[in-house]
């Protein structure tokens, strides 16, 4: 895989965690009741981002050693 593959693989996935978590917490934190359709989409995508934000940051570290 191209290195710079891997950054949009990684910039991606970072950006999916990071957006489903504050909206996640936002909700919680400001009190707005979400539904569990979103809640359960916005979970599906941080669980599948997971796996992938590992993957590259694996190999951008191999890759820089």
Request: with cysteine; aromatic share 4%; glycine share 10%.
């Amino acid at each position: 895989m191209s290195g710079k593959l891997i950054n949009i693989m990684w910039s991606t996935s970072l950006m999916i965690i990071g957006i489903s978590t504050l909206i996640l917490a936002g909700s919680g934190i400001i009190g707005i009741v979400l539904p569990d359709i979103l809640r359960v989409i916005l979970g599906i995508c941080e669980l599948v981002s997971l796996p992938v934000l590992a993957f590259s940051t694996v190999k951008k570290v191999k890759d820089k050693v």
